[in-house]
C-alpha cells in the first residue's frame, strides 16, 4: 500500500515527469515514414508505451490492467509503465518497492517487457542498471541493457545509428544493448527492409548480429509487416537469419506468456524462424536449463541467446524457409 509520503512524492513528481504522447511521434522525430500497412501498428506501439508510462504515474501497480487496449499491445503498455515505476522508485529511494509490485502482480505475464521498461529509466537517469533497485529476474534483469539501447537510439538516433556507443555501455554488455539498439532501428527504417539492411551495414562487422536480432524481435513483436515484406527482410539479412530468429523466439515467448500471440505474430514468427511461436517459444525455455544457479553473469545471458540460435539450427537445418 502507497503511504501518504509516497503519494505526496508521486503527485509531486507526476507532471514533470509526464510523456506527452506528441513528443514521441514517430514523424515528428523524424523517423523514416513506413508504409500504409505497417505505419498504423508502428503509431499503435508507441501510443501504448505512453499510455503505461503515464498510467503509472497516477495508479497504483496493482491497479494497471490496460484492458481497454488490444491485448497484443498491452506489452508495450507494461514497458512504459515499468519504466515510470522505476523512475519513481529511483527518485523515492524505495529499492524497487513499487517495480516489484508490479513485476509480481498485474505485470506478471510480461516479464520481458518490464526488465526492458527498466532499462529505459535507468538510460533515462543515466545510472548503469541495477543501481539503488532490488528487484528483477536473475537472468531477465540483463534486458535493461536492451531497453537502455531503445532509449538511446529512440532519442538519439543520429549519433547512435552512427555507431556511437555510451562509456556506461561499453564492454561486455554492449551486445545486449545493441539488441535494443536493432529493436529501436525497427521503427527508426518504418519497418523497411532495404532502409534497415543499409543502417546495420554502417556498423562494425561485429555488431552487426545483434542488430539483426533486434530486429527479428521487433519485426515478430509488433506483427506489423505483410509477409512479402518479411520474405525482402531474410533476403537482406543473409548472414544473420540464426540471430533473426532468436529475436523472433524472444517475442514469441513474451507474447506467448501474456496471452498476446495475434494472427500478425504469429505469421512474423513462422516467417523469421520457420516454426509456430509455441515451438520457438520453447526454444528459449530449453536453453535456460544450462544457465547457472546463482548469480546470472552477462557472459551467461550471451550463452542463453546462442543455445536459442543453436535450437534454431536445429529445427531448420540452417534453412530459413
Not at 56 to 73: S, V
Not at 122 to 127: F, G, Q, S, T
Not at 240 to 245: D, G, K, P, T
Amino acid at each position: 500500500m502507497m503511504t501518504a509520503s509516497g503519494s505526496l512524492l508521486r503527485s509531486l513528481l507526476r507532471r514533470p515527469l509526464a510523456l506527452d504522447v506528441n513528443d514521441l511521434d514517430l514523424g515528428r522525430r523524424g523517423f523514416a515514414p513506413a508504409s500504409p500497412q505497417a505505419q498504423p501498428a508502428l503509431d499503435a506501439a508507441v501510443r501504448s508505451f505512453a499510455t503505461g508510462y503515464n498510467a503509472a504515474l497516477t495508479q497504483e501497480p496493482d491497479e494497471l490492467a490496460f484492458t481497454r487496449l488490444d491485448p497484443g499491445l498491452r506489452g508495450f503498455a507494461f514497458e512504459g509503465a515499468a519504466m515510470s515505476t522505476a523512475l519513481l522508485d529511483l527518485l523515492a529511494g524505495t529499492r524497487g518497492r513499487r517495480l516489484h509490485a508490479l513485476h509480481n502482480g498485474a505485470g506478471q505475464h510480461y516479464p520481458h517487457l518490464i526488465h526492458v521498461g527498466v532499462g529505459w529509466a535507468y538510460a533515462r537517469m543515466r545510472l548503469r542498471p541495477w543501481t539503488g533497485i532490488r528487484s528483477g529476474h536473475r537472468l531477465l534483469r540483463w534486458l535493461a541493457w536492451d531497453g537502455w539501447g531503445f532509449h538511446q537510439a529512440f532519442f538519439r538516433p543520429v549519433p547512435v545509428f552512427s555507431g556511437r556507443v555510451e562509456r556506461a555501455a561499453q564492454g561486455p554488455v554492449l551486445p545486449i544493448r545493441d539488441q535494443g539498439v536493432g529493436r529501436a532501428l525497427w521503427f527508426y527504417a518504418g519497418a523497411e527492409p532495404d532502409r534497415i539492411a543499409g543502417t546495420i551495414a554502417g556498423f562494425p562487422p561485429n555488431r552487426r548480429a545483434d542488430l539483426w536480432a533486434g530486429i527479428g524481435l521487433a519485426a515478430s513483436y509488433t506483427g506489423a509487416q505483410s509477409a512479402d515484406v518479411l520474405d525482402r527482410l531474410l533476403e537482406t539479412s543473409t548472414d544473420y537469419h540464426e540471430h533473426l530468429a532468436q529475436g523472433s523466439a524472444f517475442a514469441a515467448k513474451a507474447h506467448d506468456l501474456s496471452g498476446g500471440v495475434t494472427p500478425q505474430v504469429a505469421a512474423a514468427v513462422r516467417a523469421l524462424t520457420g516454426a509456430e511461436p509455441q515451438t520457438a517459444a520453447g526454444w528459449t525455455d530449453e536453453a535456460l536449463h544450462a544457465v547457472p544457479d546463482g548469480r546470472v553473469t552477462s557472459h551467461d545471458y550471451e550463452g542463453w541467446r546462442a543455445r536459442i540460435r543453436h535450437a534454431w539450427t536445429l529445427h531448420t537445418g540452417g534453412v530459413t524457409r
